[in-house]
């Protein structure tokens, strides 16, 4: 194993995650511009600037992703082919939180117990509500004030590639193949793969490090679909509404009310799917629902979307054809199928991790990453652990140690294939 050390004026992984993190690069769904929003572009040229400062050749932002090679330093005169091997991770963070003015709090030796994020305010970081503190005692965690989220999902990520390269170019002596590097923007919104160019990327499969706890390795996860339903009403005077008024907000409430109590996120876990109802606004004339559809088996995905259809079509039949629209939009599919006929990136992977004295944890993604999309787009592309916990809100941390832990485990990535 590549033992990780600072080298003269090397930059540590942790100096670059507290530095990428000031950047606020919250996207937004309701933006039709890509990326969705002008912040994350602030941080793609910082990137790319520092990736070709690194020496690295081929760098472009492009469409909303920053692309770079680290070009191979092995002689392949003697015939063997070296696979060209690509590292992911998105430079946005989720909508659902802030991400401005984030201020990272460090706790040096972690105790165990509680940790204060903002006396002032009461905000506790409890150990009793998140047991897996526990796992870090000893470690250096950086959580948030608690006004904003953390910024780990993904910059974790990205401090770890970005530590990599900087740690390959300053050891020339590692032998390596051909490396791809990419930062892409909207994934919290499910758009980090639109308009990245698989063949220009030119890698035969990559990875992306994009997952929570240390030891995290994954190469299935949900199939994905949105579903939006409007509905529309007919106000009349409360007085003379009998037979009437058709109430838009409770017809809504019931399409809600269809849908299986035990199917929804809080109520499942491993393999099991769920209905989420993701926003629900509404008044007696017109009423909106969003919901979330996930299955990791595609079959029960499926079914998921006819269930939803056929409470739509009832409810068309008691308040009135069209009463009720339903619109699905697919979002990913289960990257399962096409990382099974090259199932070598996940072995490395887990000799990787190995390698660098980490358990492997082989789990299916309760969610999905870039890798889901950009594995049916040609490129497969597992997801590995950045490290962080609790992503998207207040109480987001990483600890230190599992950055450390995911550079050393690229490192070994990089050097199983060069062998």
Known sequence: MLLLRFLGKMESVREKFLRYVTYDTRSDESSATRPSTPKQTVLLNQLAGELKALGLADVSLDNGN???????????CGGRRIPVV???????????????????????????????????????????????LGNYVGQTIITTDGN????????????????????????????????????????EIGRGADGFDVAKFGADFAYTFDGGAVGE?????????????????RNIHTGYAKNRMTNAALAAMELAAMLPPAQRPEHTEGYEGFFHLAKIAGEVEHAELTFLIRDHDSAEFERRKTLLANCVSLLNSRYGDGALHL??????RNMKEKILPCFHVVETARRAME???????????????????????????????AGGHNFHGRYEFV?????????????????????
């Open 399 to 419: 600890p230190v140690e599992s950055m450390e832990k995911a550079c050393a485990v690229m490192l070994n990535i990089i050097e199983l294939y060069a062998e």
């Open 217 to 233: 390795l994954e190469y299935e996860n949900f199939n994905a679909a949105t579903a939006k339903i409007t509905v529309k009403g």
């Open 148 to 187: 904003t989220l953390l910024g780990a999902d993904d910059k974790a990520g990205i401090a770890e590639i970005m530590y990599t390269m900087q740690y390959l170019a300053a050891h020339p002596e590692i032998p390596h193949g051909t490396l791809k590097i990419a930062f892409t923007s909207d994934e």
């Open 327 to 332: 619109e699905i939009r697919d979002s990913y």
């Open 86 to 132: 690509g590292f992911l991770a998105h430079v946005d963070t989720s909508p659902e939180m802030s991400g401005e003015g984030v201020n990272p709090r460090i706790t040096e030796n972690y105790g165990g117990g509680d940790i204060v994020l903002n006396e002032a305010q009461n905000i506790v970081l409890r150990a009793d509500d998140f047991p897996e």
């Open 355 to 385: 390698k660098a004295g980490v358990v492997p944890v082989i789990k299916p993604i309760r969610g999905g990453t870039d890798g889901a999309r950009l594995s049916f787009m040609g490129l497969p592309c597992p997801n590995i652990f």
């Open 66 to 76: 920053v692309t770079a090679t680290f070009p191979s330093n092995i002689d392949s």
